[in-house]
């Protein structure tokens, strides 16, 4: 396994991150190959920024006021500490089978229900993360954001906390808000 890694700052390499990092390689997907730990967010914004000019070949960046995120030494350790907690939990009660079995059920009852409603145009996700498409119209993709809206308010009322997603990175479509009211 060792091999493979790329290693950006040896320095941080803790037993507590080598060990964190082993196991989040068990759980991951088959096609994942790599984990890269980073302890802060400027170095996670570095490594980000030359992933994206190494596949992109590009140069330029859009930055955001007020989105960077720093974390001390101490915070890190701790945070490394908590997550090979959560993923000696995640061994113990056998989590990502039960999520793996769960999802399965999920997709195909998701399915069932796009097999008979045309407002669903298509189901995504993996494991237990994943949902359906709400569209006006099934062809076309165009998005249904009232029905979307109405969905959410029904799921919460029966005790389900979910939302429908709008922002083009995780596959939706921000609606344009001079025609369709949108409360985010």
């Known amino acids: 396994m060792f091999e493979r890694w790329i290693i950006f700052l040896a320095g941080m390499l803790s037993r507590p991150v080598v060990a964190l990092a082993v196991q989040i390689a068990r759980y991951a997907p088959g096609e994942l190959e790599r984990c890269l730990l980073l302890s802060t967010g400027a170095e996670s914004n570095e ?3 030359r992933m994206a000019k190494l596949v992109t070949g590009g140069h330029e960046v859009v930055a955001f006021t007020q989105s960077w995120h720093g974390m001390t030494g101490s915070a890190v350790a701790a945070t490394y500490s908590a997550g090979r907690k ?3 939990v995640v061994e113990r ?3 990502v089978e039960r999520a793996r079995i769960g999802g399965e059920r999920l997709a195909r009852g998701l399915r069932r229900l796009q097999s008979r409603h045309a407002c669903i145009g298509d189901v995504r996700g993996r ?3 994943l949902g359906p498409e709400v569209v006006a119209d099934r062809e076309t993709r165009e998005p249904a954001y009232a029905l979307g809206q109405a969905i959410t308010r029904e799921c ?3 005790g389900l906390n979910m939302n429908i997603v709008k922002l083009p990175s995780m596959g939706g479509r921000a609606p344009d808000r001079a025609t369709v009211d ?3």
Request: no cysteine; glycine share 12%.
């Open 182 to 184: 949108d409360p985010r």
């Open 127 to 129: 494991g237990l993360l």
């Open 156 to 158: 919460m009322k029966l």
């Open 93 to 95: 009660d056998g989590l």
């Open 47 to 49: 490594a980000a920024l």
């Open 86 to 88: 959560v993923l000696e």
